[in-house]
Every structure is written in structure tokens, then in C-alpha cells.
């Protein structure tokens, strides 16, 4: 035979071999004990995520420059925009070549991605709809603020627009469902902090109208049935208005813009609630929402998006949107324990699919995953490697070249090497997180038998502080003995059980995770866990003076054994 025939009947088999492969399972997300997990080809998986910036991926050959970094950084997960806009540039002519393209690229690079759909709203504004759209006012009616004028906001009052982003958003994930049967994209993001900015809500007429309405009986209904659970700046603005059964918005919710910012909230949910269970009729991926969080300078909704997902409105989202599966944040203040914990709740398993990546973002991941069973994390604008180093890098800064050694880098390859640890102890409810910082210095966590007290990493003869961020996550691996990962911080244990009430270092070492299995390193005594010399001092306060110490340049994983006496 010749070469050439030779060459085609391999190209044929290899072509039938991947037709006729069975699809691999589909992404779920699934309550294991304690912890809902993202489940990946049929097994629980931690997201080492991070997100390039917003028009990153409407460049294949930029997408190029960028994956390798993705590899050197330790991510397994890279989030990426496809815009409505970049998919049917022309109504009803789809291409998806760029959704392909992103596919094999991250495929090469052996990376799985989760695509964000910047359909019609993106950080508010109606930037990534296609021209004919931004272009058919009439047919497409924006959000107009008070006073009249209209803004670059499709309103979610609009039946035009939703069947429109709904059709194209169908479309997208059919293509996903037909060329992507081993699952390189694990879930959608739909939208991006969807909210009015301008003015609390829409005053256009159809919102107007509405607004002047009853609150519908299916968001009533949902209210009354989960009247015990309301977030309780819900359940504040309810007493106050009297917890009516029914009315009008204000009748219902008390005059003011918390009651704009609710009827906003149950109009974008409706609207993202059809489009997730139309994507999810074609192809049912988990879906999760991405929140502007209010700002200390804001003073009302309006200036932040009114209407998306926050703590007030959560519970709406969850009646108008029962399809979307998560709610998240973006968090880049600097309270994120606060702002995290204010999304997780039973009903809304938390993800943070963006914040900071540099050191105080490592601190960040370890503690949403420790503290709050989260999905994972992922750092915005990552293929600017500058802001791993700092959240808004000097313009011009020279970009870091050595990226395996960056903080995220180093945070990404502990928790890779953990991740069955982790996903385990997520399930059974035995991890903790410590995060600390210069005016947090201090956390206490209760774990298997004892309370960890972590401490920044201090200096042992004049007590100061030598670390400005710490950061640990803590496995209790049985009632008595711990394995903790850390940088710049460090720990002693107190008995919180009967029996006798000081914790000793019965062993300690320090070591690595290789195939889930602990390789033991060096012993640890002495000079390594003498935190304090003051015995006397900490006699007092049931401590024995000794711990686990984590220097900079971490994580460093130490596993500990302890004792007690009296
Ligand atoms: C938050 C948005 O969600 C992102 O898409 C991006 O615009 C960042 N802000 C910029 O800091």
C-alpha cells in the first residue's frame, strides 16, 4: 500500500476511534458529607483556577503566549470569556471557531477551562452584546434611569433581549455538548455582575409598570416557605414592612432603594434563571453567577449593580433563579473572610471565581477552601503575571520571569499536592484556615481535640511580629495529631476535651504529599517548634510553649503528634 493511503487510513481510525469513544462523565456538582464538590471525570476536583483578563480569549494567537504560564503557575483551570458579541457578530450567523480554538489550546496545554458567557450584561453595562443589538433601541429597550435618560444596559425587562441572549447562549452550549466529550470546560459562569448602575432600578415603562404591580406569588410563596432561613437583612427589611403576604413592592418590602434593588434582583434572576435552564436543556453544565460586592464608598444600589446576587438578595435569586446553582463573589476588599462568609450559606455552596493573586491571594484560597469547603479559587487578570506580585502593579513594571517561585505558584503546588487531602477532610468536616494579617494577627480554630491558636509568624525573643500576611490550612488527622500547611505563621494547640489540659509535642516533622501519601522530611524539635521560652507564662494559659513554626517562602507541611499532661 502506499504512503499516502497508509496515512489516510490512520487518520480515518484515529478519527472513528474518537467519534466512538464514550463521552467522559459530565461535570456535577454533588453534596459528599460536608461539602458540595465539583465532580470531574467522576471524582471530586479542587479548582486552581485563575481568569485572564476580559478580552484575552478573543485572541487565539494571545491565548498561545498565555497557556504555558498557566502550566508554570500549577493552575488546573483557567477561566475564559466568550463573548455573545465574538459568537453571532451577525443575527443568526453563529461561529464558534474561537470557542474551538480556546478548547484545544487549553487541551494542549492540558488545562481545563470554564467558559464565562458575557452575554448581555458585563460589570453592569451591555458592552459584549453584538453591534445589532447595541444598535436596535427599539427593539432591544435599555434600562433608563430617572429623568428619562437611557443607559448601555439592556433591561432585563426586556422579552426581546432575553430570547435573543437565550438563543445565542443555546447555541454555544449545544457546540459545547457536540465538541467537547471529554469535558475541558467543567462549568459556565453566565454574565457578569449583572446590576443597574445609575440609578437603584430601571425606570423604564415596562419596569415602571411592573414596579407598580404586586410582587408576584411565586417570589411571595418562596418567602413565606422559607421564612426561617431569609438572610436577615431580608427578613429585617420584611418585619419592618409589616411581613405582609402580599402587595405591591413597596407594600411588601417598605419604601426606599432596597426595595429597587429587590424588584432588580427578581427581574435579572428571572431572566438568567430562563437562560441557565434553557443552556442546561441542551447541556446541563453547573452554572454560577459573578457579584460586584458593595464598596465602602458606596452610598445605594445604583452605584454598585443593583440587583445582582448580594446578602439582601439571595434569597430573591434563589426563588427567581432556582436553576443557577451558585452565587459568587469577586472580592478584592480587604475583609474577604467577612465577604465570603456572607455568600456561603447551605443553600449557595460558595466558589470565588475572582479576587487577588498575589500573597495576600494565596492567604485568600487557602482559606475560602479551608474555612468554607469552596470549590477553589481564581485570581483575576492572571496573564498579567505583575499582578501576582501586587493587586494593581506600577504601570510598566518589568512582569516577574521566575514564575514557579511566585507566591501563587508555591500556593498552587501545596494544594495540588494535597487536593486528596483536602477534598477528603472537606467531606468529613476535619479542615480549618487560618488568615491573618497585621491587623488580624491572631485566629483560633477548633480542630479534632484541640484549639489551634495560630499566631503571624513572630519573633521568639521580642514577641513583634515579622510577617505582614500568614496563612495556613489545618487536617485533623486524628482526635490528637494534625498536619498543617503554613508560610510566616504559627500555631500552638490547647486541649478542649476532658483530660489533662496541656498539649506536648509527643513528634513532629516536616514533610511532602506524593500520590495523596505523606513522604516524611526532617524531624522537627528543638529550635523548630520552640515558640515561646516564657514556660511560665504559658503554663498559665494551658500551653506548653512548643508548636508548629512556618517560616516565608511557604507552604512548608508539617505533621504533628501531640501529648498531654498536667
Ligand atoms: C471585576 C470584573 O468582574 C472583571 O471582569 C474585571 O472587570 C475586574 N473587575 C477588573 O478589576
Known sequence: MKTRTLLFLAAALALTASVLAAPAELPRLEQRGAAT???VDGQPWLIRGGEVANTASSSLPYMDTVWPKMTRLNLNTVLVAVAWAWVEPTEGRFDFSLVDGLLEGARRNNQRVIFLWFGSWKNGISSFV?????????????????????????SPLSEAALKADTRAYVKFMEHLARVDPQRT???????????????????GDAANAAFAGPVPPELMQYLAAHKDTLSPALARLRAAAGNKSAGTWTEVFGPGPATDEIFMAWHFAKYMGTMTAAGKAVYPLPVFTNTWIVQPEDQGPGDYPSGGPQPLTLDVWKAGAPAIDLNCPDIYLPDFDVQVASFHRPDNPIFVPESRGDVGGVANAFHAIGAHASLGYSP??????????????????????????????????????LT????????????????????????????????????????????????????ALAFALGPDEFLVAGTDIQVTFVPRTPGA????????????????????GRKMSGDDI?????????????????????????????RVKLYRYR
Not at 389 to 414: M, S
Not at 451 to 456: C, G, N, Q
Not at 541 to 555: C, D, H
Open 37 to 39: 464538590q465539583l465532580i
Open 130 to 154: 453584538p453591534a445589532w443589538v447595541k444598535a436596535d433601541q427599539a427593539r432591544f429597550p435599555r434600562v433608563r434611569l430617572t429623568g428619562g435618560q437611557s443607559v448601555e444596559i439592556l
Open 185 to 203: 470546560n467543567l462549568m459556565i459562569q453566565l454574565q457578569n455582575e449583572v446590576g443597574v448602575l445609575g440609578d437603584s432600578r430601571d425606570r
Open 380 to 417: 483575576f487578570g492572571i496573564d498579567n503575571t505583575g499582578r501576582l506580585l501586587a493587586l494593581r502593579p506600577e504601570p510598566g513594571a518589568a512582569a516577574p520571569t521566575d514564575l514557579e517561585n511566585l507566591p501563587l505558584a508555591r500556593g498552587y503546588a501545596a494544594l495540588r499536592d
Open 420 to 471: 486528596p487531602l483536602i477534598l477528603e477532610h472537606q467531606q468529613k468536616g476535619t479542615i480549618g484556615a487560618a488568615w491573618l494579617k497585621t491587623e488580624q494577627p491572631r485566629q483560633e480554630i477548633a480542630l479534632g481535640d484541640h484549639t489551634l491558636a495560630f499566631e503571624l509568624r513572630k519573633n521568639r525573643r521580642t514577641g513583634k511580629f515579622t510577617a505582614e500576611v500568614g496563612y
Open 501 to 520: 489540659p496541656i498539649a506536648g509535642i509527643a513528634d513532629a516533622e516536616a514533610g511532602t504529599m506524593t500520590d495523596g501519601r505523606w513522604v516524611p
Open 530 to 558: 520552640l515558640v515561646d521560652y516564657s514556660l511560665g507564662k504559658a503554663a498559665a494559659a494551658n500551653q506548653s510553649g512548643s508548636g508548629l513554626m512556618f517560616g516565608p517562602n511557604g507552604p512548608v507541611l508539617q
